[in-house]
């Protein structure tokens, strides 16, 4: 039987339109659901799939393979899918016309890229204001007449980005707190924080400030319920009381919690401190403690699918469609 994961990708692909026929795509093969990234532009057509992995804390090379293999072995053309272990593999650069920014695949700098063909496209799977330098070498991208492109996660076939808002309210849930009544503050001062905004409001909560102003927080803390970080280009850490002064805080309410999104903050060594935090494992500033993957099937595979369609569009020369974000 087919799963509803596969089932789901399907019913992204014919609503992207997405057809990737002839081309030869790079991208990853993960866990999670990030499993199922070699089986997309397998379903849409391609022509050949190489997904590179490695061990890492999620799982081991063998088990992920192994794992795609057997959602993927019923699967028109499974034979087209090409599974590397390893760092780089050169043949797979030369040969692909898509790469995806995926995690097994980065860094892609001059090292793997100066194999590429100058006609391979690099769509990000995420808004171009998101792109991270130390992910992407853009100018060496440039040089070489590499197209990449973000993906507009707001549009209309996607609406993946409202969505934030949702990932936020289940974190808030499973840390054991309400929104409902609650007053909390949200510290962004980007899209991410606007739209967590609008869904704490729309659930109830009694008052939500965003804001990036340390003493307006210290004005805020002795009557708030929870703090959530989720400030994108935050490179400083909240350890720093320089910068952020949690023990302050603390002091002035000693039972507020904190919540991350984003951001470099010592989870274990502040829960050792007697803080409320969620998540407990560290935070990394410009990456996300839960990706969309946590919420659930719909949001990922529209914005992987989406970020494959970005790829297409480059492929096409449609680099003006509303879903691709040029750089």
Same mark, same amino acid.
């Given at each position: 039987m087919?799963?509803?994961?596969?089932?789901k990708?399907?019913?992204?692909?014919?609503?992207?339109n997405?057809?990737?026929?002839?081309?030869?795509?790079?991208?990853?093969?993960?866990?999670?659901?990030?499993?199922?990234m070699?089986?997309?532009?397998?379903?849409?057509?391609?022509?050949?799939?190489?997904?590179?992995?490695?061990?890492?804390?999620?799982?081991?090379?063998?088990?992920?393979?192994?794992?795609?293999?057997?959602?993927?072995?019923?699967?028109?053309?499974? /034979?087209?899918? *090409? &599974?590397?272990?390893?760092?780089?593999?050169?043949?797979?650069?030369t040969? +692909? @016309?898509?790469? %995806?920014?995926?995690?097994?695949?980065?860094?892609?700098?001059e090292?793997?890229?100066?194999?590429?063909?100058?006609?391979?496209?690099?769509?990000?799977?995420?808004?171009?204001?998101?792109?991270?330098?130390?992910?992407?070498?853009?100018?060496?991208?440039?040089?070489?007449g590499?197209?990449?492109?973000?993906t507009?996660?707001?549009?209309?076939?996607?609406n993946?980005?409202?969505?934030?808002?949702?990932?936020?309210?289940?974190?808030?849930?499973?840390?054991?707190?309400?929104?409902?009544g609650?007053?909390?503050?949200?510290? /962004?001062?980007? *899209? &991410?924080?606007?739209?967590?905004?609008?869904t704490?409001?729309?659930?109830? +909560? @009694?008052?939500? %400030?965003?804001?990036?102003?340390?003493e307006?927080?210290?004005?805020?803390?002795?009557?708030?319920?929870?703090?959530?970080i989720?400030?994108y280009?935050?490179?400083?850490?909240?350890d720093?009381?320089?910068?952020?002064?949690?023990?302050?805080?603390?002091?002035?309410?000693?039972?507020?919690?904190?919540?991350?999104?984003?951001?470099?903050?010592?989870?274990?060594?502040?829960k050792?401190?007697?803080?409320?935090?969620?998540?407990?494992?560290?935070?990394?500033?410009?990456?996300?403690?839960?990706?969309?993957?946590?919420?659930g099937i719909?949001?990922? &595979?529209?914005?992987?699918?989406?970020?494959?369609?970005?790829?297409?569009?480059?492929?096409?020369?449609?680099?003006?469609?509303?879903?691709?974000?040029?750089?």
């Amino acid at each position: 039987m087919v799963s509803r994961e596969i089932v789901k990708i399907q019913q992204c692909i014919t609503q992207l339109n997405l057809n990737l026929e002839g081309f030869e795509v790079l991208t990853e093969v993960g866990s999670g659901l990030y499993n199922y990234m070699p089986i997309i532009p397998l379903l849409a057509g391609a022509k050949k799939v190489m997904a590179w992995t490695r061990d890492s804390r999620h799982g081991t090379a063998s088990d992920i393979v192994e794992i795609c293999r057997n959602s993927a072995t019923a699967l028109p053309k499974f /034979s087209n899918i *090409d &599974f590397y272990d390893g760092h780089i593999n050169e043949e797979h650069l030369t040969r +692909a @016309d898509l790469i %995806t920014n995926s995690g097994f695949l980065r860094p892609l700098n001059e090292t793997k890229l100066k194999f590429a063909k100058d006609s391979t496209v690099v769509p990000l799977m995420f808004e171009v204001w998101e792109a991270r330098k130390e992910d992407v070498d853009l100018d060496y991208c440039n040089r070489r007449g590499i197209k990449v492109a973000g993906t507009n996660e707001s549009h209309e076939d996607l609406n993946v980005f409202p969505q934030v808002g949702h990932l936020a309210a289940k974190m808030v849930f499973e840390a054991g707190y309400e929104i409902y009544g609650n007053k909390i503050a949200i510290w /962004s001062d980007d *899209d &991410f924080g606007q739209v967590i905004e609008k869904t704490f409001l729309s659930l109830g +909560a @009694d008052e939500v %400030t965003v804001t990036t102003d340390f003493e307006k927080l210290v004005g805020l803390i002795p009557s708030l319920d929870f703090l959530f970080i989720s400030d994108y280009d935050e490179v400083r850490s909240y350890d720093d009381p320089s910068f952020f002064d949690l023990d302050l805080l603390r002091e002035l309410n000693r039972h507020f919690g904190i919540l991350h999104l984003f951001g470099e903050i010592d989870s274990i060594a502040l829960k050792n401190k007697g803080f409320n935090i969620y998540p407990p494992q560290n935070g990394n500033g410009k990456y996300m403690s839960r990706t969309l993957s946590y919420l659930g099937i719909n949001p990922f &595979f529209s914005l992987m699918v989406g970020g494959f369609k970005v790829g297409e569009n480059l492929l096409r020369g449609k680099i003006d469609d509303k879903l691709v974000q040029i750089l």
